[in-house]
Nanobody
Framework: QVQLVESGGGLVQAGGSLRLSCKAS????????MGWHRQAPGKQRELVAT???????NYADSVKAGFTISRDNTENTVYLQMNSLKPEDTAVYYC??????????WGQGTQVAVSS
């Protein structure tokens, strides 16, 4: 089993920044993809960004300009640096990990609120 614990959410004004962190523990295969999804009130959960063990990244078009995903493989931790935040970025952000067997794990979520 894999456990994911997020931190770093909070309330920020539009144009501000936040950095989310997610630490994975448990049975973690070295070859995996970690990432972030988010779910805004009344909307479906959507992909924000992913990063492979080798450092290849993928972003949703809506966040490419302001968000950066990174990871520290030695600490099994993934980060999401969010700059130039907008009210529409308000959501619960979930950390994910998918291993080479196709198993996907989710964190409990961390709330990000952006005021206008």
């Amino acid at each position: 089993q894999v456990q994911l614990v997020e931190s770093g959410g909070g309330l920020v004004q539009a144009g501000g920044s936040l950095r989310l962190s997610c630490k994975a523990s448990g049975s973690i295969a070295s070859d995996n993809i970690m990432g972030w999804h988010r779910q805004a009130p009344g909307k479906q959960r959507e992909l924000v960004a992913t990063i492979t063990s080798g450092g290849s990244t993928n972003y949703a078009d809506s966040v490419k300009a302001g968000f950066t995903i990174s990871r520290d493989n030695t600490e099994n931790t993934v980060y999401l640096q969010m700059n130039s935040l907008k009210p529409e970025d308000t959501a619960v952000y979930y950390c994910t990990l998918r291993n080479r067997f196709g198993d996907r794990y989710w964190g409990q979520g961390t709330q990000v609120a952006v005021s206008s």
